[in-house]
């Protein structure tokens, strides 16, 4: 959520965002609507301090045994105007409060204007090339090793929910546990395993409501959603608390379930691991001062980089332009796994700086050491990384003449010393 009083002082800024991003909002309303509230708390204030003096004089009167009637009933008709200006103050700030909530953050000026098509390559790791045979793709891979039942899986859940099973299931697991292991014990991070399930407060925190709802999957009776990410219930472990300075930064990784709708992409990307409702990802989350935050989003990058350079595959690092950069962030990065098979560059991890954006709507703060001063956080998130694209771009790059599929060097262990996944025939 953006502070009144920057949109106040920077309402250009604000505009000129809102115009990049191509998100169209009357932004004049909102600045009306503060502009109307702020004079009604100055009417409050005045009558506050006139009800102040009028309990001062009836005090003064009573001490001289001085009949202060008179004084009591003018006292009683400021009092009666107070309530109905307080009245009127909450439905101006409850009015104020829902816009807020739907103005996006401001891009950071360092991002490519514009739509997708304007999103920048910043560098590639690794040749995007196909293997010297006719390279299948991740669906074939899948049938002829029997290692995801797509048709199974539809038939427990419903359409674009899948089932691994055997190697399938054991290479998502392993991937999992590799990828923690990693960001634990190489790059700082703290483990967590958080609910799958969170309530509003904590949707509305970290930014996908209002706006996101009819994506998320959401339980009505309870008012609980399942989780899009692991970004919201780690974000909002600090949700209404003070940190300390000497304990920033702060850094969280956490293998999640997440659940989406994808209710605006019907027909889109729908064949396959590409996109379905429920899949795995492990995240990582940064609590950090806000000097800090775009120095912390490289390094955030670089830690998802590990992980698919620890994987061998080759990926590239897109920022995203204002047009599709996400509702919460100022400034994202997206890497990108290459799968031959598909001949497709594949999101596998988004990196996002939020500046102080959700650290405001969750009010996660900190005091500094030396000022004893509150401030808020800034807030980091990034797929340290998703799955199944993942496990696409494996299958598909690491995949034989033979039909078998090569097991990743850093994967084997977790793998029992499997070196690479044949195909199985005969069970179930």
């Known amino acids: 959520m953006l502070d009144i009083k920057f949109i106040r002082d920077n309402a250009d800024v604000v505009k000129g965002s809102l115009e990049k991003r191509g998100y169209k909002f009357n932004l004049d309303e909102v600045i009306a609507l503060d502009e109307e509230r702020r004079k009604i ?15 001062d004089a009836i005090t003064a009167l009573i001490k001289e045994k001085k009949d202060p009637k008179e004084k009591i009933a003018s006292m009683k008709g400021v009092a009666a105007k107070i309530d109905e200006i307080e009245a009127k103050l909450r439905v101006s700030e409850e009015q104020l409060s829902k816009l807020l909530m739907v103005i996006p953050n401001v891009v950071h000026e360092s991002i490519p204007v514009g739509d997708s098509k304007n999103n920048k390559v910043v ?79 904590s949707m509305t925190g970290t930014g ?40 920033l930064p702060i850094y969280y990784t956490a293998y999640t379930p997440c659940f989406r709708r994808e209710a605006g992409s019907y027909g889109k990307d729908t064949k396959g691991l590409v996109r379905i409702h429920q899949f795995d990802k492990v995240e ?13 989003l490289e390094k955030l990058v670089a830690n998802a980089e590990a992980v698919l350079q620890a994987l061998g595959l080759t990926y590239r690092v897109v920022m995203l332009a204002s047009g599709d950069i996400s509702f919460a962030a100022a400034k994202c990065y997206d890497l990108e796994a290459y799968a031959p098979g598909l001949d497709a560059w594949l999101e596998v991890s988004s990196c996002s700086n939020f500046l102080d954006f959700q650290a405001r709507r969750a009010n996660i703060r900190y ?56 195909r199985q025939t005969g069970r179930f």
């Not at 708390?41 to 309990?55: F, G, I, V």
């Not at 990582?284 to 912390?296: I, Q």
């Open 367 to 422: 005091r500094g050491k030396e000022t004893k001063k509150v401030e808020f956080v800034h807030t980091l998130n990034g797929s340290g990384v998703a799955l199944a694209r993942t496990v696409i771009a494996i299958l598909e790059n690491y995949q034989q003449k033979d039909g078998s599929v090569v097991i990743p060097g850093v994967l084997r262990p977790y793998m029992g010393g499997l070196d690479r996944i044949e």
């Open 208 to 247: 996908q409501l209002p706006k996101l709802e009819e994506d998320m999957y959401r339980l009505k009776e309870e008012d609980l959603f399942l989780i899009p990410t692991a970004e919201v219930p780690v974000t909002n472990i600090h949700r209404d608390e003070i940190l300390d300075e000497k304990d």
């Open 41 to 55: 708390l100055l009417e409050l204030d005045e009558l506050r301090r006139q009800k102040n003096k009028a309990n």
């Open 284 to 296: 990582m989350v940064k609590f950090v001062k806000p000097e800090d935050s775009f120095d912390e």
């Open 123 to 201: 560098r590639q790791w690794g040749e995007a090339k196909k293997p010297d045979f006719n390279a299948r793709p991740h669906t074939q891979i899948c049938e002829y090793l029997d290692i995801v039942d797509f048709a199974r899986g539809a038939k427990i859940a419903g359409s674009n929910f899948i089932l691994y099973k055997k190697s399938g299931a054991r290479l998502e697991r392993a991937l999992i546990n590799f990828m923690v292991d990693l960001h634990t014990s190489k790059h700082g991070y703290h483990e967590m395993w958080p609910p799958a399930l969170v309530n509003r407060a």
